[in-house]
Nanobody
């Protein structure tokens, strides 16, 4: 699955930002799609993912109630969107789109990756 992110940028604390990821490939309908992030000097961490069949989702505890993941599928393509509200400075990171065969679960690890998009939360 090929993945291309867009929508990163600079936002003030408490602000909102929407990330999008264009996924493509003949089997994309069978893949869960999600987001990871990696802050400077920190390990990459999962943020959220979404399945295709039943639309089931998983969120990291730190983003529950503030972030919303959604997905729109078409033949051989899908768009996954991450709406981020009430952003905090510590959420400054490179955000990566990822795909994994099968359902979205809390152990979503990603098999295919985008190149990432920078999100900076600063006043």
């Amino acid at each position: 699955v090929q993945l291309v992110e867009s929508g990163g940028g600079l936002v003030q604390p408490g602000g909102s930002l929407r990330l999008s990821c264009a996924a493509s490939g003949p089997a994309v309908a069978y893949y869960s799609l999600g987001w990871f992030r990696q802050a400077p000097s920190k390990e990459r961490e999962g943020v959220a993912c979404i399945s295709t069949n039943d639309g089931s989702t998983w969120y990291a505890d730190s983003v529950k109630g503030r972030f919303t993941i959604s997905r729109d599928d078409a033949k051989f393509t899908a768009t996954v969107t991450l709406q981020m509200n009430d952003l905090k400075p510590e959420e400054t990171a490179v955000y990566y789109c990822a795909a994994q065969f099968g359902f979205c679960r809390k152990d979503f690890a990603g098999e295919d990756w985008g190149e990432g998009t920078q999100v900076t939360v600063s006043s």
